[in-house]
C-alpha cells in the first residue's frame, strides 16, 4: 500500500523495485542495485499473526534485509511500526521512548531498527500506525466487506491507536527523505481512535447500515499479542499529518 502511495506522489520521480526486481535478503543484489542511492524501505514481512510460526521469515526481512538496505544505500528511510512497543503507557509513545515489543512482528521491527541504525549513520527510522490505503489488505477494506454482508459486528475497543491513510504518509515520507533528519520520528495519522470506533467510522461515512458492537481482545483471541495504547506522538517536530477521519475520507472517495 504505501510503497504505491509513494510511487503516485512522487510522480515519476522514483523508482519502484518489486519483490521480483530486489529480494532484500540477497545483500549482493541489494549491493547492485541500491549502492549509490537514496531508498525508502517499504519492503516488509506484516503477517502480524503469520510471524508468530515464522520467525526467521520475519526477521530475515524486517531486520536482516533491513540491514542490507542500509548497508547500500546513501541515504535510508526505514518505515517502522507502533507494535515496537508495549502498549501500557497512558501517554502518547514519544520518539525516546523505550521499544518492548509483544509480539514476533514487532521485534523483528524493532531489530530493522537497530540493523539499520548500525549499517548506516545517514538514516531515518520512521514509525507509524494502523496504515490503510489502496493495492492492499487492510482494516477499512475488511470492515467494508463485513458490513455489507453482515447485519451486526463485534469489533474490540480495547486496543488503540492512530490510523494513518499511506496517502497523507507517502507525502510525507518523501521530503524527509530528501532531508538531513536522522534518527527516529514519529509519523501518524493525528488523532486516536479504538479499532471499534474506527469500524463505526469506517461504516457511518460509507453509508452502511450495520450493527457495530464493542467487545474484549479475548474474544477474539491472535496467535500475536497487540499493544493495548500504541499512539504514537513526537518530541521532534515530526510532521504532523491530517487527521485519520480526513485519510478515511480520501481512501472512501476512491474505493466506494
Known amino acids: 500500500m504505501l510503497g504505491q502511495d509513494i510511487v503516485r506522489v512522487a510522480a515519476g520521480d522514483a523508482v519502484a523495485l518489486t519483490r521480483a526486481d530486489l529480494d532484500v535478503t540477497d545483500a549482493d543484489a541489494a549491493c547492485e542495485l541500491l549502492t549509490g542511492t537514496t531508498v525508502i524501505n517499504c519492503a516488509a514481512y506484516t503477517d502480524v499473526d503469520g510471524a508468530e510460526s515464522d520467525p526467521d521469515g520475519a526477521h530475515a526481512v524486517n531486520a536482516e534485509g533491513a540491514?542490507?538496505?542500509?548497508?547500500?544505500?546513501?541515504?535510508?528511510?526505514?518505515?517502522?511500526?507502533?507494535?515496537?512497543?508495549?502498549?501500557?503507557?497512558?501517554?502518547?509513545?514519544?520518539?525516546?521512548?523505550?521499544?518492548?515489543?509483544?509480539?514476533?512482528?514487532?521485534?523483528?521491527?524493532?531489530?530493522?531498527?537497530?540493523?539499520?541504525?548500525?549499517?548506516?549513520?545517514?538514516?531515518l527510522?520512521?514509525?507509524?500506525?494502523?496504515?490503510?490505503g489502496r493495492g492492499g489488505k487492510n482494516f477499512v477494506a475488511t470492515m467494508l466487506a463485513l458490513g455489507r454482508k453482515r447485519s451486526e459486528l463485534r469489533v474490540v475497543?480495547?486496543?488503540?491507536?492512530?490510523?494513518?491513510?499511506?496517502?497523507?504518509?507517502?507525502?510525507?515520507?518523501?521530503?524527509?527523505?530528501?532531508?538531513?533528519?536522522?534518527?527516529?520520528?514519529?509519523?501518524?495519522?493525528?488523532n486516536s481512535c479504538s479499532w471499534f470506533e474506527f469500524a463505526c467510522e469506517?461504516?457511518?461515512?460509507?453509508?452502511?447500515?450495520?450493527?457495530?458492537q464493542p467487545c474484549p481482545t479475548e474474544e477474539f483471541p491472535r496467535p500475536a499479542r497487540r499493544p493495548a495504547h500504541s499512539v504514537l506522538g513526537s518530541e521532534r517536530g515530526a510532521p504532523a499529518l491530517p487527521a485519520w477521519q480526513d485519510g478515511l475520507d480520501a481512501y472512501l472517495g476512491v474505493t466506494v
Open 157 to 190: 475497543d480495547d486496543q488503540v491507536g492512530c490510523p494513518t491513510f499511506t496517502g497523507h504518509l507517502a507525502a510525507a515520507l518523501l521530503p524527509l527523505a530528501a532531508g538531513g533528519e536522522r534518527g527516529v520520528l514519529h509519523v501518524a495519522g493525528r
Open 67 to 123: 540491514r542490507n538496505v542500509a548497508q547500500a544505500a546513501e541515504r535510508v528511510l526505514y518505515v517502522s511500526t507502533d507494535y515496537v512497543f508495549e502498549g501500557s503507557k497512558p501517554e502518547p509513545y514519544v520518539e525516546s521512548d523505550p521499544v518492548e515489543p509483544l509480539s514476533v512482528y514487532g521485534s523483528s521491527k524493532a531489530a530493522g531498527e537497530r540493523a539499520t541504525a548500525e549499517a548506516n549513520p545517514n538514516h
Open 125 to 132: 527510522i520512521v514509525r507509524s500506525s494502523w496504515l490503510f
Open 202 to 212: 469506517i461504516l457511518a461515512r460509507a453509508s452502511i447500515e450495520a450493527d457495530v
